[in-house]
C-alpha cells in the first residue's frame, strides 16, 4: 500500500506520517511541493492520497483535478485536509474529485480510523483489478485455445478432402495462404486476414459428397457430369452452414461462392460483381492460379506466368479486378508461398 502526502507544512507532513504508519500503512512519501508530488504520480502508482487544501503553486483543488486525470488514478481514495470553516472548499473538492475529507485541528483517532477504512476499500479494490486482469487472460487463454481446436479440426477436415480426391494434393494449403496475401493486399484487417486463411482450407469440403468415379474420371467431364461437380459448391455450403463459429460460417461462405464470377457467368446461383462476397471473389482468383498451374489427370500444368497472365485478361469478367489488381502486386510472393508445399507449376 503506496500513500502519497502533500502539504507544504513540515509539521503537518510529520504528524500525517506518523498516523499513516500507526494505521498499516508502511509506504509513505511526502512532498511539501504539490508540482512535485504531481510529477511523482505520474511515474508511481499510488493507492492512497492526502492532499492540503492551501499550498503554494496550485492549491488542493487544482492538485486533486489534476491527479484524476491520470491513468489508473480515477478511482484512487484522496482526502482533502481543510480546516472547519472550509464547507464550500469541501464542496469544491467534491466536484473536483475527493473521497473523504479530515478537517484540522485533525482528531487522531478519527482520522486513523477514516485512514484503515480509506486503506481496506483500496485494497479490495486492488483485489478486484487483479481478480479482473486474471479472467482476461484467462478468456484470452480459452479463446486462443479454442481457435487452435477450431484450425485443427479444420485442418483435419480438409485432410478428409485430400483423401477423396487424390488430385487436389497441397492445392487447399496453397489456395489459403493465397487467399490470405490476397486478404492482406486489400488491406482486410488482421482477423479477417487469419479467418480467410483458416476457412479457405475448407473451400472444396462438398468434393466430400461426390461419387469417386465422378472424382477419379481421367478424361474430360460430359455436360451432365459437369453439373454433378459444380454441385459440390451447395453440398460443401449444406455441411457447412448454421455454425455458431465465425470462421466456418466464413467458409460456408466460401465454399458456396468460389466459383461464382464477377460478370455474372459463375456457378452455382450466377452472382454479379459485389452480390458475391468478398471471400468467394478472393478465394476464386487463389483457386484458378493454383488450379492452372497444377497437373491433372486430364490437363498439364500451366507455367505461373501463363496462370498469372490469364488472371490479368480475365479481371473484370471471370474475377474481380481489385482482388486481380492485388494479385499482380502479390505475384512474387504468391510464387514464394509454394516453397512451403508442392511448388507452383508442379503436380499437386
Known amino acids: 500500500m503506496k500513500l502519497l ?12 506520517g506518523k498516523l499513516a504508519q500507526s494505521s498499516g500503512i508502511a509506504d509513505v512519501q511526502s512532498f511539501r511541493d504539490p508540482l512535485q508530488a504531481l510529477d511523482e504520480a505520474r511515474r508511481t502508482r499510488f493507492d492512497l492520497m492526502i492532499v492540503d487544501y492551501m499550498m503554494p503553486g496550485i492549491d488542493g483543488l487544482a492538485l ?69 486482469d486474471w479472467l482476461q487472460t484467462e478468456v484470452r487463454k480459452a479463446t486462443q485455445e479454442r481457435a487452435g481446436l477450431e484450425e485443427e479440426i479444420i485442418l483435419r ?3 478428409a478432402v485430400e483423401r477423396r480426391d487424390p488430385a487436389i494434393g497441397s492445392h487447399l494449403l ?56 459444380q454441385a459440390h459448391t451447395l453440398i460443401g455450403g449444406e455441411i457447412l452452414d448454421g455454425s455458431r463459429s465465425r470462421v466456418i460460417r ?17 456457378y452455382p446461383r450466377g452472382l454479379k460483381e459485389a452480390a458475391t462476397p468478398l471471400s468467394g471473389r478472393i478465394v476464386a482468383v487463389a483457386d484458378v492460379f493454383d488450379a492452372l498451374t497444377s497437373e491433372r489427370p486430364y490437363k498439364a500444368a500451366w507455367s505461373a506466368e501463363d496462370a498469372a497472365r490469364y488472371i490479368a485478361d480475365h479481371a473484370g469478367r471471370q474475377f ?5 489488381k492485388a494479385f499482380s502486386l502479390r505475384y512474387f510472393r504468391i510464387l514464394r508461398l509454394g516453397e512451403a508445399g508442392a511448388p507452383f507449376g508442379t503436380a499437386a
Not at 250 to 266: P, R, V
Open 64 to 132: 486533486i483535478a489534476e491527479i484524476r486525470r491520470l491513468p489508473d488514478y480515477a478511482d484512487v481514495p484522496i482526502v482533502m485536509v481543510t480546516t472547519v470553516d472550509q464547507r464550500e472548499i469541501c464542496y469544491a473538492a467534491l466536484e473536483a474529485g475527493a473521497t473523504d475529507f479530515l478537517t484540522k485541528p485533525v482528531d487522531m483517532a478519527e482520522a486513523k480510523a477514516r485512514l484503515r477504512n480509506l486503506a481496506l476499500l483500496r485494497e479490495m479494490q486492488n483485489k478486484l483489478r487483479d481478480r479482473a
Open 320 to 324: 474481380d479486378p481489385d482482388v486481380a
Open 250 to 266: 466464413l467458409a460456408a461462405e466460401i465454399a458456396e461462392t468460389h466459383h461464382e464470377a464477377w460478370d455474372g457467368s459463375g
Open 174 to 229: 496453397r489456395v489459403a495462404r493465397t487467399a490470405r496475401e490476397l486478404a492482406e493486399e486489400l488491406g482486410q484487417s488482421e482477423q479477417y486476414c487469419q479467418d480467410l486463411y483458416v476457412a479457405a482450407l475448407m473451400h472444396d469440403i462438398g468434393k466430400i459428397g461426390l461419387p469417386d468415379d465422378l472424382l477419379n474420371k481421367p478424361g474430360a467431364y460430359t455436360d451432365d457430369e459437369r453439373r454433378r461437380m
Open 157 to 159: 477436415l480438409a485432410r
Open 5 to 16: 502526502l502533500v502539504d507544504d507544512n513540515p509539521s503537518n507532513l510529520f504528524m500525517l
